[in-house]
């Protein structure tokens, strides 16, 4: 199992690169601009065809998709209306989530595994899908074995993702026996090497996992591939779920590492707000659409990121 260094060890690992080596805004050049981006988890009780519809309506120009609300979209209207949706209304889906379950998936778990993220990365390629989203929801129990196995697998789809032209961002997951820290994501990302290969960044499990402020500087222009953005507030971080996630901004977290990391690399990709709250999905779509839009340019404006409208 790789160990929480900074240094180069046996499997390769890099240093995390300090910021005068992955960018930084200089004197006389336009500061970068990120792209805002929308999560389908705002309502994932609606139809896939109302979000797209109400994603436009609140003036949303990229959407992130659930992979789930996705094959049961194209199962039910057909992929040619659904790509007919997204261009009538000049929203583009730029990611898609809710790939697990395998680097750590054996025998035939394996195999209905890959068999299941080829289905997606066709969906990926025919809509325009450019990043995959794969959580490392590595189960307690997790070894050396598990790790080694772990990397040949993420290679594996890593070549088969580049196949059909798809980035993979890993997404740490607070509460899993590996990869639940940023750093150790990032020695992952790095000692796999493939250049399809990088970071998903979710606050969520930044800030109620291991995770810490110095883990930051592992991310560069190269390897963050996608930021998802939500809020908690009044909850503890041990008890927090995905379902007491709110509005970026509405919250208790402290933004300004990340986004002063953000404008240090001049990241210029998506951020998306991602908050499965179900007390947003008995709201109408495009109101929950409209104030997540809002609050995220309102923070990004109080921390000097510029973004794309």
Not at 80 to 99: D, I
Not at 108 to 134: K, N
Not at 168 to 189: K, P
Request: net charge neutral; aromatic share 8%.
């Amino acid at each position: 199992m790789m160990a929480r260094s900074s240094g180069r060890g046996k499997e390769g690992r890099k240093q995390p690169v300090p910021v005068g080596e992955c960018g930084g805004t200089r004197a006389g050049q336009p500061m970068s601009r990120v792209q805002l981006c929308l999560s389908q988890t705002l309502n994932l009780a609606s139809d896939f065809l109302e979000d797209v519809q109400a994603f436009a309506a609140a003036g949303a120009s990229a959407m992130a998709v659930w992979l789930t609300k996705l094959e049961q979209a194209v199962q039910k209207y057909g992929l040619a209306r659904v790509q007919e949706a997204l261009a009538s209304r000049n929203l583009r889906a730029v990611a898609a989530a809710g790939q697990g379950g395998l680097l750590w998936a054996t025998g035939e778990q394996r195999r209905l595994a890959f068999e299941q993220l080829q289905h997606r990365l066709g969906l990926c390629q025919a809509l325009g899908i450019e990043t995959l989203i794969l959580a490392c929801d590595f189960p307690h129990g997790a070894d050396t074995v598990d790790y080694q196995r772990a990397l040949a697998q993420l290679c594996q789809a890593a070549q088969l993702a580049a196949s059909y032209h798809v980035r993979l961002a890993l997404e740490m997951q607070a509460r899993a026996a590996w990869c639940a820290s940023l750093d150790t994501l990032a020695q992952l990302v790095t000692v796999c090497g493939a250049p399809n290969v990088g970071i998903n960044f979710d606050s969520f499990h930044y800030y109620i996992g291991p995770s810490k402020p110095e883990d930051l500087t592992w991310l560069t222009r190269t390897n963050l591939f996608f930021v998802e953005l939500s809020d908690l507030a009044g909850v503890p971080r041990e008890w927090a779920r995905d379902s007491h996630r709110i509005l970026p901004g509405d919250g208790e977290l402290v933004w300004e590492p990340l986004l002063a990391r953000l404008r240090q690399i001049e990241y210029s990709g998506y951020v998306a707000v991602e908050a499965p709250n179900p007390d947003f999905w008995a709201m109408p779509t495009v109101r929950v659409a409209e104030a997540a839009l809002g609050s995220l340019q309102r923070l990004l404006e109080k921390h000097g990121l510029g973004f794309q409208p």
